[in-house]
T-cell receptor, first 113, second 113 residues
Framework: GENVEQHPSTLSVQEGDSAVIKCTYSDSASNYFPWYKQELGKRPQLIIDIRSNVGEKKDQRIAVTLNKTAKHFSLHITETQPEDSAVYFC????????????FGTGTRLQVTL | NAGVTQTPKFQVLKTGQSMTLQCAQDMNHNSMYWYRQDPGMGLRLIYYSASEGTTDKGEVPNGYNVSRLNKREFSLRLESAAPSQTSVYFCASIRLAGPYEQYFGPGTRLTVT
């Protein structure tokens, strides 16, 4: 089955700096890659996703890049703010949809003042 | 529109006791999922139901059973709880078509002593 590895497990950045979280996947058939944000004590929520026919996608301060050849994808957050502090999960699916997601182990991002 | 709801929010069980976690969604979604979340392990799929009347095992099904009672409800049962089942349990649902996103419930924090 699919295996998704996520790094780093913790990340501390100063407010205003950029943060990058990286994930690799094992199944070359994977074609849908969402990112979820989970604030402390709350449910995971989708923040951005990308499909295998696209190399990059942006939404304001958040961007995701995908390298199918290397089987890795990354989340980039620019101009970080304290409210970006949370745990971020990457995931992958071979179905082209949000069904049957395999999640990474999560990255705890701390944005310090 | 409540989205995805879960009951109870917290539960403490003794080893060997049984209980059922309830999940309901009012978004007319077809697919529903049960995950467990453990520190450093991300979200792991226990069982899922692609549509009413069907259920399938996920990555970690041992010790659990599920029932897709109708399109709205998907319950998770622990027949004989073990300390290894101490975790936070999330239910999620998605449509089979349209914008794809797994909507998560608020979670159930279960402790087995």
């Amino acid at each position: 089955g699919e295996n998704v590895e996520q790094h780093p497990s913790t990340l501390s950045v100063q407010e205003g700096d950029s943060a990058v979280i990286k994930c690799t996947y094992s199944d070359s058939a994977s074609n849908y890659f969402p990112w979820y944000k989970q604030e402390l004590g709350k449910r995971p929520q989708l923040i951005i996703d990308i499909r295998s026919n696209v190399g990059e996608k942006k939404d304001q301060r958040i961007a995701v890049t995908l390298n199918k050849t290397a089987k890795h994808f990354s989340l980039h957050i620019t101009e970080t703010q304290p409210e970006d502090s949370a745990v971020y999960f990457c995931a992958a699916s071979t179905s082209g949809t949000a069904s049957k997601l395999t999640f990474g182990t999560g990255t705890r991002l701390q944005v310090t003042l | 529109n409540a989205g995805v709801t879960q009951t109870p929010k917290f539960q403490v069980l003794k080893t060997g006791q049984s209980m059922t976690l309830q999940c309901a969604q009012d978004m007319n979604h077809n697919s529903m999922y049960w995950y467990r979340q453990d520190p450093g392990m991300g979200l792991r799929l226990i069982y899922y139901s692609a549509s009413e009347g069907t259920t399938d095992k996920g990555e970690v099904p041992n010790g659990y059973n599920v029932s897709r009672l109708n399109k709205r409800e998907f319950s998770l049962r622990l027949e004989s709880a073990a300390p290894s089942q101490t975790s936070v349990y999330f239910c999620a649902s998605i449509r089979l078509a349209g914008p794809y996103e797994q909507y998560f419930g608020p979670g159930t924090r279960l402790t087995v002593t």
